[in-house]
């Protein structure tokens, strides 16, 4: 049971890690499979490969505050339709 675990933990963050660049949303994911990865290093006595996959999911935390929150429809700079029929000067 505890190598499916491990299986599936690496296999979400691998899949989570190749979808980064759709959303910062999976940057959030692929932290939580190394912390899930993380989880099993420690569960199944590979110390080493729990610390690394901890590493892993604080730098992706921190690169996940860092990202720029994606910009919505509604937040770009085009002028509104009030700022583009007001003539300049009134």
Do not use: K
Not at 10 to 19: D, G, Q
Not at 43 to 63: D, K, M, N, Y
Not at 71 to 81: G, I, K, N, T, V
């Amino acid at each position: 049971m505890l190598t499916a675990f491990g299986a599936v933990a690496v296999t979400f963050m691998m899949v989570m890690y190749a979808l980064e660049r759709r959303h910062r949303g999976f940057i959030l994911a692929f932290a939580c499979g190394c912390a899930l990865s993380s989880a099993y290093g420690f569960l199944s006595g590979t110390w080493p490969f729990g610390v690394v996959e901890a590493v892993w999911a604080i730098i992706a935390v921190r690169r996940y505050r860092t990202q720029p929150a994606p910009r919505r429809a509604h937040d770009s700079h085009a002028p509104r339709r009030e700022d583009r029929t007001s003539t300049p000067g009134n």
